[in-house]
């Protein structure tokens, strides 16, 4: 169980901290209802992740135990690749001025203002569905998760752990806003300089140090 969790830390590190998903959520905090709207887009990326998590843990589970034991580090070691090869793609566009993968269009950030939370719910969903990036994540993690001698309630806290992981740096604004609603405001505001400020610098760091880490860890597997 401590392997499987240990394994998942890369995952689960790579996706929170990507700097898109928590800068879109500090600038709802920072709207007209912000905090409704804050939890909304936060839940409905976490929908869309479970229900990733669900259908294809459930089509995982119903392969033959055998053919598991084959296919799954193939399958990991390929999306782990894939995984470094979109973080290169990443570190690329973001070092020549261009937007990052998963970016939200500066359009978007108007539309998010006016909306409600029952849209930015829908728009938890749909971005977290278009990212490659948060798609191979989730598959990866369901390949760890199955392929492991794990119970079935073993393999629950794994997903657990997982889902709750990817989300924390969504989540940790909003549990500000919570239980600091006085000192939220001037909180926001430093998170919110120091990520426009240092953006490219940030984007470029993460992706180059898990393009790095994914492209040797799944090479290295491929050929050992």
């Known amino acids: ?19 898109s998903w928590i800068t879109a959520t500090i600038f709802l905090l920072q709207s007209q209802h912000g905090l409704k709207k804050a939890i909304a887009l936060a839940g ?9 998590i669900i259908l294809f843990g459930s089509i995982y589970s119903s392969i033959n135990i055998k053919k598991v034991l084959v296919i799954s580090p193939i399958l990991i070691t390929a999306l782990e ?14 070092l020549f001025y261009m937007s990052d993968l998963d970016e939200l269009p500066l359009t978007w950030e108007a539309h998010l203002n006016r909306v409600g939370p029952w849209l930015t719910f829908g728009i938890g969903v749909l971005w977290l569905l278009v990212s490659g990036k948060l798609w191979m994540f989730t598959l990866s993690a369901i390949g760890i998760i199955n392929s492991a001698d794990l119970g079935t309630l073993q393999r629950l806290l794994a997903y657990t752990f997982y889902l709750v992981g990817s989300q924390i740096l969504i989540g940790l604004p909003i549990v ?32 180059s140090i898990f393009s790095f880490y994914f492209l040797w860890h799944g090479l290295y597997k491929l050929f050992t």
């Open 1 to 19: 169980m401590i392997t499987t969790l240990i394994e998942l830390l890369p995952l689960i590190i790579a996706s929170a901290i990507l700097p």
């Open 44 to 52: 409905g990326m976490a929908i869309a992740r479970l229900a990733q």
């Open 81 to 94: 690749i894939v995984i470094g090869i979109f973080f290169l793609i990443s570190a690329i566009r973001v």
């Open 176 to 207: 500000v806003c919570i239980i600091l609603p006085g000192r939220s405001a001037s909180i926001l505001k430093a998170w919110s300089d120091l990520l426009t400020k240092y953006y490219r610098p940030i984007i470029i760091s993460i992706s």
